[in-house]
C-alpha cells in the first residue's frame, strides 16, 4: 500500500497544529488578563499542609477565589482566614461531596471564566494562560480546557478522555492491568491513557483542574450534586458535549495533583449507576428520538 495517504494525513495535520499555535498567538496580545476575567473554586479536605501556599500563589492570577472546604478535620480552614484572609471560605459537609462544593463556589463568582482546582491540585506558572488562551483561540463555543495532570512522581493521571464505551473501558483496564512485555502488538495511539500528547478537542477533561467558560457551566446547569467526585466530570463534559460547546486538553499546560482523594467503593457503585441511567444506551436513544 502506498504510504502517500499517510504522508498527506500527517503534513496536513501538522499544518493544523501550525495554525492553531499562530491563531492562538494572535489572538493572546488581545486578551484581558487573568487577573481580570477568572474566578476559582478551590474545593479543600484536609489540605492545611499546603493550600495556603498555593492560593497566595493562584491570587496574583486570578480575580477572586472562593474555598469550599468539605468538612476539613485538620486546620485548613484556620490557616486560610490567617494567612490569606482576601480568600472567602465556606463550609459544607463531606457528604456534599465535591460536585456540590464547585457549585457553591461558583455561585459566589461573577466572572466570566471559572477556574476548578481540588486543594491539593497545583497549576505550573504559565498553565492558567495558555487554557484562557486556548478558550478564546477555541471561538465562542469552546467551553472547557483542561492541563496534563501528573502524580508528584511524574506519573501521568487520567487528564481527559472520550465518552467511556465498553471498548474504550475495556482498552483503559487493558493497558493498566497487562504489563507492556505481555501485550502483544505494540502500537503508539493517536491518543495516549490520561491525557492527547498534543492540544486535542475531547469529550471531558477531569475537575481536579480546569478553565471552564462560565455561560456553558450555566447553561447546562453546573455539575450535577448526585456524583460525589466519580463521574462528576464525565457527566459534565458528555452534557456540554450534549448541548453544542466543545471541550479541549491542552497538555503544554501542566498541573500536579499531590495527593488524590480516595472514594469509598459503594460510592463509586452509585456514580456509576447513575451514569449509566444518564449516559448509557437507553439514554442515548432516548435523546436521539
Known amino acids: ?11 496536513a495535520d501538522e499544518a493544523a497544529a501550525r495554525a492553531g499555535i499562530e491563531r492562538r498567538a494572535a489572538v493572546s496580545h488581545d486578551l484581558p488578563p487573568t487577573s481580570e476575567t477568572v474566578g476559582a473554586v478551590v474545593v479543600t479536605f484536609n489540605d492545611e499542609a499546603h493550600v495556603t501556599g498555593m492560593l497566595r500563589a493562584l491570587l496574583k492570577e486570578v480575580a477572586e477565589i472562593v474555598v469550599c472546604d468539605l468538612g476539613s478535620r485538620d486546620r485548613t480552614l484556620t490557616l486560610i482566614a490567617e494567612r490569606c484572609p482576601e480568600v472567602r471560605r465556606r463550609g459544607l459537609p463531606l457528604e456534599a461531596g465535591f460536585a456540590a462544593a464547585i457549585n457553591e463556589g461558583a455561585r459566589e463568582l461573577t466572572q466570566p471564566y471559572l ?129 453544542g460547546w466543545r471541550t479541549y486538553c491542552e497538555p503544554r499546560a501542566r498541573a500536579i495533583h499531590l495527593d488524590r482523594v480516595e472514594e469509598s467503593a459503594e460510592s463509586r ?16 436513544l432516548r435523546h436521539a428520538s
Open 1 to 11: 500500500m502506498s504510504p502517500e495517504p499517510d504522508r498527506e494525513r500527517q503534513l
Open 115 to 243: 477556574l476548578v482546582l481540588h486543594g491539593d491540585a497545583r497549576l505550573r506558572p504559565g498553565a492558567l494562560e495558555r487554557l484562557h488562551g486556548q478558550l478564546h483561540a477555541g471561538g465562542r463555543r469552546a467551553a472547557c480546557c483542561g492541563p496534563r495532570i501528573t502524580a508528584p512522581d511524574g506519573t501521568l493521571e487520567l487528564s481527559a478522555g472520550f465518552r467511556p464505551t465498553l471498548w474504550r473501558r475495556w482498552r483503559a483496564w487493558w493497558r493498566t492491568a497487562v504489563p507492556r512485555s505481555r501485550r502483544g502488538r505494540k502500537r503508539t495511539p493517536r491518543l495516549a491513557y490520561g491525557a492527547p500528547p498534543i492540544l486535542a478537542e475531547v469529550d471531558w477533561v477531569s475537575c481536579a483542574a480546569a478553565l471552564l467558560r462560565r455561560e456553558a457551566f450555566d447553561e447546562v446547569g453546573g455539575m450535577d450534586e448526585g456524583f460525589f467526585l466519580a463521574w462528576a466530570d464525565v457527566d459534565l463534559g458528555l452534557r456540554l458535549r450534549r448541548a
Open 269 to 284: 457503585r452509585r456514580a456509576r449507576r447513575r451514569f449509566a441511567r444518564k449516559h448509557g444506551l437507553v439514554a442515548r
